[in-house]
C-alpha cells in the first residue's frame, strides 16, 4: 500500500488555504468596522489600518485563524488518505509552505517579521500532523485502561 494519498495530501492543502481565508474573514471585519468607526476620512482609514495589521492583537488572531485552518487541513488529509494519517496530515502543508517562501520572496517585509516568518515555517506542517493525529485518535481509540 501507497504510504503517501495524493488525493488526501492535495484536497487537504487546498482546505487550509481555503478555510485560512473564510476563518480570517471576521478578523479582517472587526478590523474593519472598528477603524471606519473611529476615523473620519479614508486617507486615515488606511493609515489606522495599517497601523492595526502591526499590532500585537491581530497578528495573534490572524495567527490562530491559520493555525486552526492547518490543523483542519492536516485532518481531512488524513480522513481522505484513510491510512498513514500522520504522514498525510503533514504533507497537508504544501500550499502553506510554498505560498510562504513564495511571499518571503515577493513581499517586503521587517527583518523581525521575516524571522518570525522563517521560525514559524516547520510549524505548518507541524500542525498538519496535529489534524492528522486527530483522525488517527477518531479512528483508533487508546485500548482501555487496566482498572
Known sequence: MRRFSVKGVLIGGVVDIVSTNLFAIPVATVAV???AR??????THQAALMALIATPPYKVATFVTGASASILGGYVAAWLAKHDELLNGAFSAYLCVALGLIGMV?????????????????????????????RLRQTRPLPPQPA
Open 33 to 35: 468596522f472598528s477603524i
Open 38 to 43: 473611529s476615523t473620519p476620512s479614508a486617507v
Open 106 to 134: 515577493t513581499v517586503t517585509a521587517s527583518p523581525a517579521d521575516r524571522l518570525l516568518e522563517v521560525a514559524m515555517m516547520p510549524l505548518s506542517p507541524a500542525l498538519g500532523l496535529f489534524g492528522g493525529y486527530l
